[in-house]
């Protein structure tokens, strides 16, 4: 069983940054492939981003491309999403996920097993 818990969301302009952290129970590097998605009021949840076991690989969705990074520390058990340039359309609640079955990079909601509870990103314009 793996819990999940976002952090860092808030009220920013547009053009402004914030820093997301999604921190997992269990033991250390038990989460495998994590990933971030978000769901903007009336809309479906979307992928933003990916970043596989060890963190080498990464993956975003071509929106947030050269202003968004993922990250994670195993050893901390966390992932990070920096966003940058932040834009009105960034809105939304922002939700981590892990795939625990898998090492590579997912970009596919249901292949994902544990979900966070989800954290807000306003962004003014």
């Known amino acids: 069983q793996v819990q999940l818990v976002e952090s860092g969301g808030g009220l920013v302009q547009a053009g402004g940054s914030l820093s997301l952290s999604c921190a997992a129970s269990?033991?250390?590097?038990?989460?495998?492939?994590m990933g971030w998605f978000r769901q903007a009021s009336g809309k479906d949840r979307e992928f933003v981003a990916a970043?596989?076991?060890?963190?080498?690989?990464?993956h975003y969705a071509d929106s947030v491309k050269g202003r968004f990074t993922i990250s994670r520390d195993n050893a901390k058990n966390t992932v990070y999403l920096q966003l940058n340039s932040l834009k009105p359309e960034d809105t939304g609640v922002y939700f981590c996920?892990?795939?625990?079955?898998?090492?590579?990079?997912?970009?596919?909601?249901?292949?994902?097993?544990?979900w966070g509870q989800g954290t807000q990103v306003t962004v003014s314009s």
């Open positions: 996920a892990a795939a625990t079955r898998w090492h590579n990079i997912v970009v596919f909601q249901a292949l994902y097993d544990y």
């Open positions: 269990g033991r250390p590097g038990s989460t495998g492939a």
């Open positions: 970043i596989n076991y060890s963190g080498e690989g990464t």
